[in-house]
DNA sequence: AACTATATTAATCAAATGATTAAATTGTTT
DNA sequence: AAACAATTTAATCATTTGATTAATATAGTT
């Protein structure tokens, strides 16, 4: 017996499958309204508009991704090996869990470029965290290959984590492999990509 | 004086950019005719339908990704490493002048999924190539590290280069970064990839 | 010039789409 | 039960959107 869901729940839950899978301009409100269940009017006495349903959605959508990196990035007595390893392991458990987060995400800038970038503004997560002093400080110290910048650790560490999620579909039809497969794959990464930042880092004497 | 270009091309020009910024749904045939300054009913006129038009543009998009691959791919004379090399400075290269081609063909799959998918069928160029061949040999001589899969580098690679470029618009926003900064640090990266490849391969003894 | 094929335009169509309305139903309070 | 508010529905609207048409203009051929 499914728990009775109410009619705003159901269309809310529609719109964030349809609109993390295909974006906006992609979605009708028809489309949404079958997928709920529901009559069609009901989307606009609920949301008002398809505009205001899918900002709500967004909003959601940005802060399950960047939800997490919050605590780790500020934690003041682990390492920045440890950290890396809990980012990885934290990031591959929720991409698992929703695919197609990062291809929502950059598809938003593409489609809505001001209002992704409006809402993201507050997000000073990185600039201001424990990490970056906690970088810094280490780079200062020698502990840190120089000649990689901040910035390109970032991308790097995004790029190996995130990217496989957005290639998904592209990697899956080409190799074969099944969503178990691809999963499991995803697994020996939250070893491998620290693994891998790490010895970026490591000084070149 | 702007060459005079024919109205079929300039047609073609205006849907090229439009659908590789936006996707196929946010982009309006009328859309395209202002951009193109045109009568709407050429758009219809040379090329039949939107749909025929959009997939016009995403073969050639996809052409464009993919070619320049395949030589470097199959060079027999040049070193696993050497080719990395020349796939890094040829990517960033090309995306440089075409930073959205990424995004373009990642949000191909996500609007239109069969579409893509059946027109990548004829791409086995990374499964056929000279590349893989020299790879498994090298695999088996222990001259690279057995932990990591052909499958595991195919997606560092990819994800090191071609990510930064489906993030640029965020990276952008979010550290001030302006378009020659930007492509600064791409110019960068062509050195760094090859390098944090190469270390990713060397076998841990 | 007369003829013909091609290119271009303005006007219009039919379907799709986001939104609203008024009526009907259900739920809650008195 | 009566009265009221909240929810749901079917019908409808006004725009938008992809596409077509018929008329006109342009260029090329004889």
Redesign the interface.
Known sequence: MTTDISAEEKIKEAARKLFT??????VKTRDIATEAGINLALLNYYFRSKEKLFEMIMVENIQNFIKGIFGILNKEDTSIETKFEELTSTYIDMLAEQP?LP?F???V???K?DL??EK?EA?SIITNSYFLKQFKAAMEKGEINS??SP??LL??F???T???F??K???Q???GLDQKQFLA?ME??KK?IPM?IK??LKPTN
């Open positions: 899978q295909k974006g906006y301009a992609a197609n291809s995400i950059f598809n800038v593409r489609e470029p992704l970038l993201l997000n000649s990689i910035i390109h991308l790097n995004v790029g190996l995130v990217f496989p957005i290639g579909p592209i990697i039809a080409r190799s794959l020996e990464r491998l891998w010895t970026m």
